[in-house]
């Protein structure tokens, strides 16, 4: 339909950039505090069981999440957190990894140190956000993003081959959760339908044997959509407490 000349275009414009703004605004409100004893990075004792890694994932900027948490199906998940105040915060905020399971002074967020003063338009903004000890914020979901990383699993300390096999899943890509997973032995082609045993750990008394393939559903609450993820390396057969392996695949 042709617009009237009395109704010029440039008077729509206002209009659709309302229309644009309101549509991409998902943030949430909420506050933040940050870890009072830790040093600048995150802690390696977090509720997601990941350990040192937990401490130094995605550069230290990280965060421990009370209801985000989610009985550590969160484990791994990315936000886009800014702090509110226009005295100190900057426009983009920090993008932190869920690590920890915790809540303080009513927050959702309990950043590392370093995140939270990331959140600051300066280092001086920084400081001065770190005085203030908890600060509103808005939040939002947003994908994970590892440069030149894998998907990767690392078997945790606590398996004891070939009887128990428990392991995390690092370097999760992407705005969806892991929400299942298949262990496969991979010559037989039989499957075990693993549980969560607790934070970011998958555990199985009595793992098939022979190579394994760990296949991982990504689901996404808002859309509903699910994508099982099969890596192309598998685990060896004599896979070994403690060691990493490469998955061979990135989610986008």
Known sequence: MALSPRFPLFALLPLLLFLSIA?????IQSRAAYYPNSDTQGTDTGACEYGAFG?????????????????GVGCGAC????????NYCSNNGVTI???????????????????????????DAGASLLALGAVGIEYQRVSCSYP???????????????????????????????TAVHLCETVNLTCK???????AVWA?????????????LFSGDDDGDETWVIPTNNI?????????????????
Do not use: E
């Not at 339908?193 to 934070?199: I, V």
């Not at 199985?204 to 991982?216: D, H, K, Q």
């Open 23 to 27: 549509r991409g605004d998902t943030f």
């Open 55 to 71: 401490a130094t994932l995605n550069g230290g900027d990280v965060s421990a999440a009370s209801n985000l948490y989610r009985n």
């Open 79 to 86: 936000y886009q957190v800014r702090c509110t105040n226009a």
């Open 97 to 123: 990894v869920i690590t920890d399971s915790g809540a303080s002074d009513n927050t959702d967020f309990i950043l590392s140190q370093h995140a939270f003063a990331k959140m600051g338009q300066n280092a």
């Open 148 to 178: 030149n990383k894998n998907i990767s699993f690392k078997i945790d300390n606590s398996s004891n081959f070939p009887d128990y096999f428990a392991f995390q899943i690092w370097f999760q890509q992407g705005d969806k959760d892991i």
């Open 193 to 199: 339908l693993l549980d969560r045993s607790h934070g």
């Open 204 to 216: 199985v008394v009595s793992p098939p044997s022979g190579p394994l393939s760990i296949r991982m």
């Open 236 to 252: 060896p057969q004599n896979w070994t407490a403690g060691a990493i392996y490469d998955s061979g695949v990135q989610v986008q």
